[in-house]
């Protein structure tokens, strides 16, 4: 069975950086894409960064030019750099394997920004 597995989340101050990492197992091929979704309480799953390949990586509008997303296509690896993070970035957030139209999703990592 394929399964995701996050790490790297915590407690961090305004402005502090964090790295998040996704490690999969049980996954014989590549993922046809990674990436990274987040969820704050009372709200929708909304998309953080998606990497497809290394022309087409997508990030939504708030964290463009703070995230970075980098991808180890071989190993089924996808990191999630966080600067300058503002206390809206607080949320719970889930690495996200996409292969032959089917996602697999981790169980997810909290991360908590005080302002």
């Known amino acids: 069975q394929v399964q995701l597995a996050e790490s790297g989340g915590g407690l961090v101050q305004a402005g502090d950086s964090l790295r998040l990492s996704c490690a999969a197992s049980?996954?014989?091929?590549?993922?046809?894409?990674m990436g990274w979704y987040r969820q704050a309480p009372g709200k929708q799953r909304e998309l953080v960064a998606i990497?497809?390949?290394?022309?087409?990586?997508r990030y939504a509008d708030p964290v463009k030019g703070r995230f970075t997303i980098s991808r180890d296509t071989a190993r089924n690896t996808v990191d999630l750099q966080m600067n300058d993070l503002k206390s809206e970035a607080t949320a719970f957030y889930y690495c996200?394997?996409?292969?032959?139209?089917?996602?697999?999703w981790g169980q997810g990592t909290q991360v908590t920004v005080s302002s």
């Open positions: 990497h497809l390949n290394r022309a087409n990586i």
């Open positions: 996200t394997g996409r292969f032959r139209g089917r996602d697999v």
């Open positions: 049980g996954m014989r091929f590549s993922f046809d894409a």
